[in-house]
């Protein structure tokens, strides 16, 4: 079965961007605003039966609590 349309795949190149961060934006949990840089970023709650809640923080709340976005995370 033969596929007639032209269909071109397309001609992006992969190298034009190492990190692709998709500009959404979301709640930020800790200046308690929306951000266009938030992030999702996973705490680790000992002690509690949920054990991850997960937040979004913005850029200059990672910076000022050390948080680490779930997609930087190993
Ligand atoms: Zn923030």
Redesign the pocket.
Known sequence: MAETTQTSPPTESPTASAQLVPRSWAY?A??K?M?DT?RLVQIEDAGSNVGVRRLF??E??RDVHHLVPVADQP
């Open positions: 930020c800790w200046h605003g951000s938030a923080a913005c200059s709340c």
